[in-house]
């Protein structure tokens, strides 16, 4: 189970470090991956457009441009490739153990999505929701995190997901720009 899990989390690792929501060749590389945490918990509520899921893993991560991302294995055994993600930007901290994310588009991948480089390319639904995690980044202990979204056609989206009490595992992936930083989680 615990190999399972770390498993999972790689690879989780893996597909947010690597993130690239390419439609097309044309269009300009998305902002590269500045920070990336990935969790150790469960996940109480996981529904995707009325389907009711599990979860394998889960990751938080920011790239260099501020848009925050809560990235979700789901355990679904007709698909070892489904993932979903709750993204936005202009991300908050009115307490110092609450971060609001505002959610304007779900990330979707599948196995039957379009590949790019062996890896399904996101479906990007905009959608409108928000986020909250509970806890704090900077000492790597989160709570529960809660997001609940709609997209465009209607379709709910809801996380609710409980930490064991492990501390997070969290990578500096790459330093910021110059300039005044995104608010983060992290901070």
């Known amino acids: 189970?615990?190999?399972?899990?770390?498993?999972?989390?790689?690879?989780?690792?893996?597909?947010?470090?690597?993130?690239?929501?390419?439609?097309?060749?044309?269009?300009?590389?998305?902002?590269?991956?500045?920070?990336?945490?990935?969790?150790?918990?469960?996940?109480?509520?996981?529904?995707?457009?009325?389907?009711?899921?599990?979860?394998?893993?889960?990751?938080?991560?920011?790239?260099?441009?501020?848009?925050?991302?809560?990235?979700?294995?789901?355990?679904?055994?007709?698909?070892?490739?489904?993932?979903?993600?709750?993204?936005?930007?202009?991300g908050r901290r009115p307490q110092d153990n609450l971060y609001e994310l505002p959610i304007d588009r779900m990330l979707l991948k599948s196995k039957d999505r379009p590949k790019v480089d062996g890896l399904p390319v996101a479906e990007i639904e905009l959608s409108a929701g928000m986020c909250k995690q509970v806890g704090n980044f900077a000492t790597r202990l989160v709570s529960s995190v809660s997001c609940s979204a709609t997209d465009k056609n209607g379709q709910k989206y809801d996380l609710q997901y409980e930490s064991d009490g492990s501390p997070m595992e969290v990578r500096r992936v790459r330093q910021t720009k110059t300039g005044r930083p995104a608010v983060s989680p992290f901070d």
């Open 1 to 90: 189970m615990k190999m399972r899990l770390l498993g999972s989390a790689c690879t989780i690792a893996i597909l947010a470090a690597s993130f690239v929501a390419r439609a097309e060749e044309s269009k300009p590389p998305e902002p590269v991956t500045i920070v990336l945490a990935v969790m150790s918990g469960k996940c109480t509520i996981l529904k995707v457009a009325g389907r009711d899921f599990g979860c394998r893993a889960m990751a938080f991560f920011q790239t260099e441009e501020g848009r925050a991302n809560f990235v979700i294995a789901l355990d679904d055994p007709a698909d070892n490739s489904h993932i979903i993600t709750f993204s936005g930007d202009n």
